[in-house]
């Protein structure tokens, strides 16, 4: 066994430390996956993950999970989701990932659908409908300044990425095309001009 | 493309948007609204309008707005199926880039890929929030809240979201009581 050895070697030289990058068992997984799910209100559950697998237990190092969000970020889907595949994956192979995704999603389905069932009882009550219409609105706040924020980032780029966020609002908002030709078309527009700018770079 | 089946409608409206949510799943709920509420009528949009300020109270992803449209259009198998249908096709993706990913240690295209989609995700992002705002009857002032968070969230980046959203809840109670 790997940990007997590592403290038999230990007793014996006294300078390494413990492994660096130990495992956690699929037991752990899930429960931290399924802490995480369960306790991140008001979002941030990526900032939950790297506390708990890179400052707590030393799952991951800060450049792996750096990897990770950005391969979990470009992929489509929940990207919380694919965070938590990934990482999963990465320490216990493919049933980590599996149990990962399982532990992170489902507890907060379960509560979400309970606190609807309570709300939505409760909806004839003119101020909870108020109250979640305001929730909702600044909701989109959020959902909105993430993009600006998006735009600014990508601006370094130059024009291309602003033109390509604008024909999105101008194709689904002004011209109420469907959406998935739309991004795919302008997807390919997006991988032809990074590519370009690649390239010139490189010269 | 309205089938008989309640639970093949829910796939067949939740199942692409897994794959085509780049940026995540905030970045197609304008066309969960445009589905849900315009052309299948399975919630009003008070309804779309509550379970979304749900979904985002709640802990966990946001894209969880799948499983309450579910739940609301056939109980607990229709939460179960909309969620699948969402997270499910998107999962075995990342399940195969992942292993591919962890396999290759050479990884220029990355940052490329990622140059590519993130305006689109941006662009998305924006106008969910711009289609949703503009279906509400509740005048300007759903607007306005929503301005202001924005520039609340683009000036501090570290505020607990959870914080801003109630108070959101709390203004909108507070102005119809009194206007």
Same mark, same amino acid.
């Given at each position: 066994m790997p940990i007997l050895a590592a403290m038999s070697d230990?007793? +014996?030289?006294? /300078?390494?430390?413990?492994?660096p990058t130990p /495992?956690? /068992?699929?037991?752990? +997984?899930?429960?931290?996956?399924?802490?995480? =799910?369960? /306790? &991140?209100? @008001? =979002?941030?559950? &990526? @900032?939950?993950?790297?506390?708990?697998? *890179?400052? $707590?237990?030393h799952f991951l190092t800060e450049d792996e999970f750096m990897s990770a969000l950005t391969i979990s970020q470009i992929l489509p889907g929940?990207? *919380?989701?694919?965070?938590?595949?990934?990482?999963?994956?990465? +320490? $216990?192979?493919?049933i980590g990932g599996l149990v990962s995704v399982m532990a992170l999603v489902t507890p907060p389905m379960i509560l979400a659908v309970l606190l609807s069932i309570v709300l939505l009882d409760l909806g004839s009550i003119k101020w909870i409908h108020d109250f979640l219409e305001g929730l909702a609105a600044s909701a989109l706040g959020l959902?909105? &300044?993430?993009?600006? $924020?998006?735009?600014? $980032? &990508?601006?370094?780029?130059?024009?291309?990425p602003l033109t390509l966020s604008v024909s999105v609002f101008i194709g689904l908002f002004l011209l109420e095309l469907p959406l998935v030709p739309v991004i795919l078309v302008l997807a390919l527009v997006g991988l032809v001009c990074a590519h370009f700018q690649q390239t010139r770079m490189k010269r | 493309m309205k089938t008989s089946n309640i639970y093949l409608d829910l796939i067949a409206v939740f199942a692409p948007l897994s794959l085509i949510s780049v940026g995540g799943g905030q970045s197609v709920v304008?066309?969960?609204?445009?589905?849900?509420?315009?052309?299948?009528?399975?919630?009003?949009?008070?309804?779309?309008?509550? %379970?979304?300020?749900?979904?985002?109270? !709640?802990?966990?992803?946001?894209a969880l707005l799948a499983t309450l449209i579910g739940w609301q259009v056939s109980g607990w198998q229709g939460a179960l199926v909309a969620s699948l249908a969402l997270f499910g096709p998107s999962t075995v993706l990342a399940y195969f880039v992942t292993r591919a990913w962890h396999k290759s240690h050479d990884k220029p295209w990355?940052?490329?890929?990622?140059?590519? %989609?993130?305006? #689109?995700?941006?662009? %998305?992002? #924006?106008?969910? !929030?711009?289609?949703?705002l503009r279906s509400t009857s509740g005048g300007v002032t759903p607007w306005l809240l929503a301005a202001v968070s924005a520039g609340i969230f683009w000036r501090f980046?570290? #505020?607990n979201p959870l914080i801003v959203l109630c108070a959101g809840g709390f203004v909108l109670v507070a102005a119809r009581l009194w206007f």
């Open positions: 230990s007793s +014996l030289i006294p /300078t390494p430390p413990a492994s /495992t956690p /068992t699929l037991g752990l +997984l899930f429960i931290l996956f399924a802490k995480i =799910g369960a /306790t &991140s209100f @008001g =979002g941030g559950i &990526s @900032g939950w993950m790297y506390r708990d697998f *890179v400052d $707590r237990y929940p990207n *919380v989701a694919n965070l938590a595949l990934h990482i999963g994956h990465k +320490l $216990r192979g493919g959902t909105a &300044s993430i993009g600006l $924020r998006g735009i600014k $980032r &990508s601006y370094r780029l130059g024009l291309w | 304008g066309d969960m609204h445009l589905q849900a509420v315009d052309i299948y009528h399975w919630l009003t949009h008070a309804q779309f309008i509550d %379970l979304f300020a749900i979904s985002r109270a !709640a802990p966990g992803p946001g990355t940052t490329l890929v990622q140059n590519a %989609l993130a305006p #689109l995700a941006s662009g %998305l992002l #924006l106008t969910s !929030a711009i289609i949703i980046k570290k #505020l």
